[in-house]
């Protein structure tokens, strides 16, 4: 269970964020990663060269390191959420020229190789995405990806049976399950969802008025199932007003994740483990500026890829969020 936005502000910054909601224990920190650094493939072993330096979030565990969003020197940004019952890592058929990266090493690879979209769709015809067992949950986990960069462009990248597509994502959201496609169309279903509501109504000559406000919100879901948490974000994120610069934008960017942030209990798995939300972070792409609070501590933290001097000789942990 995640839910991931994107926000322009009127001074033209895009701002990228997430809520990372998961019922497996995880102890999430900020690294900077160097230009030029060099890792493991999980898949093979072969040495992988980043071209670009950046900030993200993730987690070490028995020698893997990887992310769950960040933002490169470029102002671009991504973000993994799960994607159960849909993504398919061996769909399509592969070719020698294709570079086989393991899916929870994805968002490293694009972050350390794109600048920009554009550049993400040219570097995803020579990639193929490779279901590979993780050392959080132990599973090769279900995942699909949110990128944006600082011009606003947007894409959902899935792999499913169809094999590996990239969507442009005019609406600036993603949820989970199911596939991207498939939220789209659901929005159709809540057409009628306004911030202004009918003020009378008359049936059979009875005259009707609302209760207060928010008459035109009924329409909403109200669950945390990804269905419901993406359309109400979809509906907020469009009827806010639009940021007048950088302050009010992380404060819109916070406030639209409230209404889809899990509290502990709300939802309980199947493997008695609750499922709520760890942390919500959002990246100013045009500083490459992360501002974040955990469920624990409510208090606003900030890090900013620039505050540390370039180039970084290796691979920065800055600690837990």
Known sequence: MCTAITLQS??????????????????????????????????????????????????????????????????????????????????????????????????????????????????LRRVKITGLEDPVTRTVAPLHWLAADKSGNCVVIEQTDNGLEVFQNPIGVLANSPDFKWHMTNLRNYMEASPVQTEEASWGGYRLTPFGQAGGTEILPGGYTSPSRFVRTSYLKSFIPVPENRNEAVISCFHIMESVTVPKGAVITSRNQYDYTRYTAFINTATCEYFFKTYDNIQLGTAGLFEYAAPYPRLVNLGGI
């Open 10 to 123: 009127k001074q033209g910054e895009t701002f990228f964020g997430r809520n990372m909601d998961f019922s497996y224990d995880i102890e999430p920190h900020l690294y900077i990663v160097p230009s030029g650094y060099e890792w493991n493939n999980g898949l093979n072993g072969e040495r992988i060269r980043n071209r670009y330096r950046f900030i993200g979030i993730g987690q070490e565990l028995d020698g893997l390191l990887g992310f769950f969003d960040g933002v490169n020197e470029m102002g671009f940004a991504a973000a993994a959420l799960y994607f159960a019952g849909y993504a398919n890592y061996n769909s399509g058929p592969g070719n020698d020229q294709q570079e086989s990266i393991a899916s929870f090493e994805f968002l490293h690879y694009i972050l350390g190789r794109c600048s920009n979209v554009e550049e993400l769709q040219q570097l």
